[in-house]
């Protein structure tokens, strides 16, 4: 299965660290990275046909311009989103932020590890969220 994977991260560090990630648990997907708020913004907008959706959106809380709560909330007011699996990977953990994010039917929060092992695992986490169901939709390869 090939999947389509929107990740929202502004450290390219990360966006590398989840590329191999996704790899070494086998993830056979195509990632599309966008680093700043406002381009991220745009490309939710963009994404008004079912066609265009991706299968999972991975979203960092700490993006410049806009924040990932208001990508967050972007994506569930959009029709052709709202459904859309979500894992929340950030540095940030705060308890009124946990409490947002929860209301926003995220899928996964995940505090961004200190080591490659433990950043490694969440390739595995990922694959389980695909493989459970939620996933919208395959891509052909």
Partial sequence: MRFRILVLEDNPADVELLRLALLDAGVVCELA??????????????????????????????????????????????????????VILSSSSSPRERDSIAKLRVRRHIVKPPGLDEFLRIGSEVKNILADGTARREVSA
């Fill in 33 to 86: 990275a966008i680093d700043d708020g406002a381009d991220a913004l745009a490309h939710i907008r963009r994404c008004q046909e079912p066609k265009e959706a991706p299968d999972l959106a991975i979203i960092d809380l700490n993006l410049p311009k806009h924040g990932g709560l208001e990508l967050l909330e972007e994506i569930r007011s959009s029709r052709a989103l709202a459904d859309l699996p979500v």
